[in-house]
């Protein structure tokens, strides 16, 4: 279909520099770092061009490669991306280039960090790429265990408990989940119900008719497995303590990019292939969304720790991202695979100015700060903007995929809905509480002396706080290629219908 | 016409622009930009009311924004944004484009000197380009997106003194009040667009007359309801108003006196018919506005700060709005709106002078200003009067026909309730003006009366043009004016037939007596004295208390937030630390604990271990060779 | 006439004894003698078996010979084992040597 083969760039970038990382000297600071970047940006640079080059109108998987590997077992590096997964290669490009300049400064032991966190991110390049369903699965992995040592090296405030805790978490989900992978590749393998071979093929999978009772369970195996990246109450308690406890830059990472995993896995393989499944499961999910929008968004009031509060209300923005995918229709799917990337791009900013604060000042703890708009201006005008990002303010990005959710998801959940639209009151608070004590009132003269963001820590801030401005005030093509990408999973649906568990 | 109407939107905004991202640093040159695109707005704005007289036929463009296509039985999003020049919107960009024109001019002085004056200019540019977004606005959407950005823009200014804490919590406080009523307004154009399946006002108009569950279109239309009353601060979301008094105070001219809490009574012009539809919502709204108009008048009396006074004198004022549109007027509501505009706009720059010259807001300690402040002295006491509704001002005009229409609509309590209002708002301005202005200056020691002078011309010179304006703006809805041009405001704005104003005595007399009793009573306990106010005071302790607290809302409303909110926050908190944190770490401490036990099993010596390896071979191949579990044997 | 359940009986008889010196001796050459014991009563199993159900087929003959090729190289390996540990410890009960737990 596109001549260009950019996918395997986008993905080979940071796994070959991670590679090369490991013949440099760690004393060679600027090597490991310009290297670092030299990957960031190539993977942004592909990525941005697959954006734009992709065809809005074709729609449809583009970009497509195909490398037979496994082939006994039906498995192949297959890549190829569409209006669903090419916002989020997009989005993971993006952060990870802010995320170099984040850590630009990083002096303890930055080879492996460096080297690490492009493993990550390869990845999570690779998840939203494959088109493979045992490759997706293998990259999400991937993705998930150098998290493990960037916490519990790199980390801070009991970085050993949340690192524990985090990797025990996921990786439970990753247990169920692949519980429901086997169950497909059984069943599709059988020549009774499925195509008689094995294969994990997405473009296969979806010639199967998968019985109703079997997608009722392999949903809620998806569901289980993936909501604990998502995550999904009562699953989200590695979240905190997670984000937390990792290094900035990580942090950006596991807010911007690794939740994301789960929705999209959710989307991808639970929604594309068990429609049935999904709407027998949708009012349990649309409840527990309800739970993330709300339940967070009241922990997050009484947070102290600046860092907790942008984490609660992480989870509290990924449940609009669940409340999409329970009401199942191309609007609120539209609406969550955007909210998917605008919370992305917001959050990593988030945790950027948290961790501009914290490295200068070393506490986070929000009744130490008072006035931090007197010495740090841009820093401040920088949080205003992603916090009123995060409260849903027209003219920034966040805005539109959260009215879409609602707009869709009224339609088929009223009452839910409107239970989560009253979080727009609660995040309204918390946020603008979180900023009045940091950086509004009296000037606290202990933090006279920080310097204001200038350089290099000015290349998040104004990356990401350009995506949100430009995409809040012109979302009409991003939404196309978005809705584009989600129409044939909706299809899918529309064409199979099942009654809700209530 | 659409294109000047998006030029003069997006002038102020490129003035923000301009301001934040280049000339920040020259002072001077911010301000000029800021003026010269709120006088292009301004011109251009001018420009449309007069084409909107000549030919009041609407003009309407729009575009697609953002759309979603439609699969299932499930509506797709269709969303787009437009502008809409009719004369209602062209009388509100006028109002606004011109106070915001006539703010900055004044603010020139006002704020002079001020470290942040760049930044001033530009939320202001930034608040004029929200607010003639929303007035330009097509359909509930862009007016939800604009809505929210005035708020931002008033946020931003309320808090403009960040580094105060007072200020800081007022403009938290701002926001947040009106995110409840938005909360309402977005639930409510998300279950319009459920059902109609579009945003847009003027299809709206056509469809939900022949909706037939009347039910739901009152939900529906009390939630959008709730909208306006948070931005116009109507009862019971009252309470952000008179602390956004933290602004500087042109903003409370500008913002909070003259264009954005009205922007409240503009949505519900706007959207007249969704409200009409249900006539216990409009009684609703009328009763709102009724209440909200009493009871903040009766909170007027009593406060010492001039800025107070006239904030809660606003929100009575809007309450005499909402009284109108709930009683069926809108031509009535959007004349009290206009002339509001004016003699607000100008008690608000009044009082900035007074504050600018004394650096006191304290009534009390004020007074005998009509020396040394003439100008600022009479344009307030015009404007007093006019907001009094004395004949002929514009503000005696606007309010008559409030009066009209709720006597007409067979309101008999509320047309009581807006008679009693109008004495009570003679009396508390004059009570302010004969402290302020006239009486005794207060000893140097006490106040700061030897300070004041007359302020800048830059600052008297909006105020004598919107004094002039709060004499004569009151005409254009008059019975003379119909009579010489043959049309009037009524004839202009109006929904469904065009109102023909007429002078009724039975209204104006009452209502014009009421106001010089008023004025007179003020003149005797402030003017006179021929009674301590202090002894007044004493004599109706507890009420006099109960009115400076406010009638303990903001009280109620904190304790509300500490023990609900806030404990929900706590318990949830707790719930997630001790119960789900809890339960996992338990399991992890139980898989722990549970291998510390069974590790001692291991011995480590390997008869013990063929001990239990015969052993357990011996028993399967008894239980195998057996019936007792269904072996082999038969 | 002596027929194949004496044979049985017999390997039952040798197994036993065989499995008690394994379990409860202490000495690490008794244990090793047992589990010869213990091959042994198997292999008079398999000729057995071999000789009087299909005495046509050599399999179990064969079977025997590779339990005492599979025991030898087993006793080889077991007596280094063995004696490596007497040289350390100068001690070979069986009970002593318990460090591989926990």
Known sequence: MNGLHLLPGIILAPFVAALILLFIPSTARNAIRGLALAAASCSLALATLAMFTYDNAAKGLQFVEHVPWLTTFGISLDLGVDGLSLPLVLLTAIILFAGVFVSWKLENRAKEFFTYTLLLVGGVFGVFMSTDLFVLFMFIEIAVIPKYVLISVWGSTRKDYAAMKYTLYLLSGSAIAFIGLFAVYTYVGSPHTGLGYGTFSLAELAKVNFSPEFQKWAFLAMLVGFGVLVPIFPLHRWTPDGHSAAPTTISMLLAGVIMKLGGYAIIRVGLGFFPMGAQYWAPVVAILAAINVIYIAFVALVQKDMKFVVANSSISHMGFVLLGIASMNAVSLSGAAAQMFAHGIMAALFFALVGQVYDKAHTRNIADFGGLAKYMPRTSAAFLVVGLASLGLPGLFNFVPEFTVFAGSIQRFTVITIVSVFSVVVTAIYVLWVYQRVFFGPANERWAGLPDAKGVELVPIVLLGGVLLVLGVWPGPFMDMVSGGIMPIVGRIVSAPMGGIF | MSTLAIILTVAPLAAYAVIVFFTSRWKALSAGIAIAATGTSLALSIWLLLGMIGDPTPVHVSMSWLSIPHLGGIRGLDISMGVLVDPLSSLMMTIVSFVAFLVMVYSLGYMKGDEGFSRYFAYLGLFTFSMLGLVIADNYFQTFVFWELVGLSSYLLIGFWRLKDSAAEASKKAFVTNRWGDFGFLVGILLLFTIFGTFDFAVLAKEIPAYEHLGLIALIAVLVFTGPMGKSAQVPFHVWLPDAMEGPTPVSALIHAATMVAAGVYLVARGFVLFQSVPQVMELIAWIGGFTAIFAALIALVQRDIKRILAYSTLSQLGYMFLALGAGSMSAGMFHLTTHAFFKALLFLGAGSVIHALHEQDIFRMGGLSKKMPVTTWTFVIGSLSLAGLFPLAGFWSKDEILLVALREGQTALFVIGLVTAFLTAFYMFRLIFTVFFGEPVPAEHGHGHQAHESPVSMTGPLVLLALLSVVAGLVGSPWWQAWFGSSFGSFIFFGEPEAPHLDLAVALPATIVAVLGIGIAWLVYGKKLVRHEALAERFRPLHTLLLNKFYIDEFYALVFKWVMMLGGRVFDWFDHRVIDGTFDGLGSATRTSGGKLRLLQTGRLQSYALVLFGAVAVAVVLVSTNLIGGFAK | ?102
């Open chain 3, 1 to 102: 006439m002596i027929g194949l359940t004496h044979y049985l009986i017999l390997a039952a008889l040798l197994f036993s004894i065989g499995l008690l010196g394994a379990i409860a001796k202490r000495n690490a050459i008794s244990v090793f003698m047992g589990i010869e014991l213990m091959l042994n009563s198997v292999n008079i199993n398999f000729v057995a078996f071999n000789h009087f159900l299909h005495p046509q087929f050599l399999a179990g003959q064969a079977f025997a010979i590779f339990v005492i090729v599979v025991a030898a190289a087993e006793v080889s390996v077991g007596l280094a084992i063995i004696l490596a540990l007497y040289r350390r410890r100068a001690n070979t009960g069986v009970d002593e040597l318990d460090l591989l737990k926990w």
